[in-house]
């Protein structure tokens, strides 16, 4: 199945027409669409951070999504005078509080990738960039134009927490997340993530942002319903290709997990438990002695020797990775 997530209905309202969507549900919060042919449930979440998390929390738990499953986040967004057309997200960062995320990027397509912001309000031509100080006579600098690069020498190290967040460390033992001007700007893409990551992997959640204004004015937003609507059918193929495709995938990996053996599944689920696995560990645990069992691969004798090695079980997460590691390294 495809869960497709948008903000308003002159977003969605081209795939409902494109792919003959019905309204199956309305709440108080969302309105939700579906098909069977292909398997797709579109939801309406509202605008804001608070919404879409709202919104992909409550659709996933209703209808727990499948391994080969994808969550598509499709909708509008600002940008800078360059920017046009259609975008796929290659890298997410949530303004607030300055987390990253990046979605993983498996799938051929011809679109064009870009970072995209995501802000608890609209961006405007008067603000600094990421929240920072008014511009003045001063400092003439828009949210637009690209940030100056840093001498060499203090270029920052990029490392990653504990929960896989990009972070950038200063001289000085200050943690600061790196946050420039150069990307596309949205109001819920990071929160769809944060809420999707519990029951999506990074290779099932893909992020598709169309470019429809360049902030608001003092006049208000530049774009109105209809146009947003004249916009997604402007680009009605690109996005019906995409969303066709992933829908494809998602139907062979069905095809492949039900030809799968049911001894196959229970040593999966055996050595995630006594690996301490996470669930990005356990998808990819999985894929791969799928392969190796369509490839008539003997992975499990490569699992009995680590259980011989005293590898396995694992005593924390800690080690459990160590051991994902060299479970890796053999069976390839």
Aim: aromatic share 8%; glycine share 8%; with cysteine.
């Amino acid at each position: 199945m495809i869960y497709i997530f948008t903000a308003m209905y002159c977003e969605a309202r081209m795939l409902i027409e494109a792919y003959g969507l019905k309204k199956i549900k309305q709440t108080a919060r969302f309105s939700q669409f579906g098909s069977k042919n292909p398997d797709i449930l579109l939801t309406i979440s509202g605008v804001g951070e608070i919404a879409a998390a709202v919104s992909v929390a409550g659709v996933c738990t209703e209808h727990p999504p499948a391994a080969v499953d994808f969550l598509v986040n499709i909708g509008t967004c600002g940008g800078p005078p360059s920017a046009s057309g259609l975008y796929v997200a290659c890298k997410l960062t949530e303004e607030a509080t300055g987390k990253t995320f990046y979605p993983d990027m498996l799938y051929r397509h011809d679109l064009k990738e870009a970072h995209v912001i995501t802000c608890m309000r609209p961006r405007s031509g008067k603000e600094a960039p990421c929240g920072g100080k008014q511009i003045t006579e001063r400092n003439r600098r828009t949210d637009w134009e690209e940030p100056k690069k840093l001498p060499e020498e203090a270029v920052p190290d990029v490392s990653k927490d504990a929960a896989g967040l990009s972070r950038e460390i200063r001289p000085g033992g200050g943690a600061q997340t790196e946050m420039t001007a150069s990307g596309l700007y949205d109001m819920e893409a990071a929160a769809v993530w944060q809420a999707g990551a519990s029951f999506f992997g990074p290779h099932q959640m893909i992020f598709l942002k169309i470019v429809s204004d360049h902030g608001v004015t003092d006049k208000g937003p530049q774009i109105t319903g209809s146009q947003i609507m004249e916009l997604m059918m402007a680009h009605q193929k690109e996005y019906v290709d995409f969303i066709s495709r992933l829908w494809q995938i998602s139907a062979e990996a069905h095809q492949c997990q039900g030809n799968g053996k049911p001894q196959e599944e229970a040593l999966v689920r055996q050595v995630c438990r006594d690996m301490h696995a996470t669930k990005a560990m356990e998808d990819l645990i999985r894929r791969q002695i799928h392969y190796l069992a369509l490839a008539h691969g003997d992975y499990e004798e490569i699992i009995r020797r680590l259980y011989e090695e005293r590898l396995l079980p694992c005593r924390d997460k800690k080690e459990g990775k160590r051991c994902f590691a060299e479970f890796r390294k053999r069976l390839f």
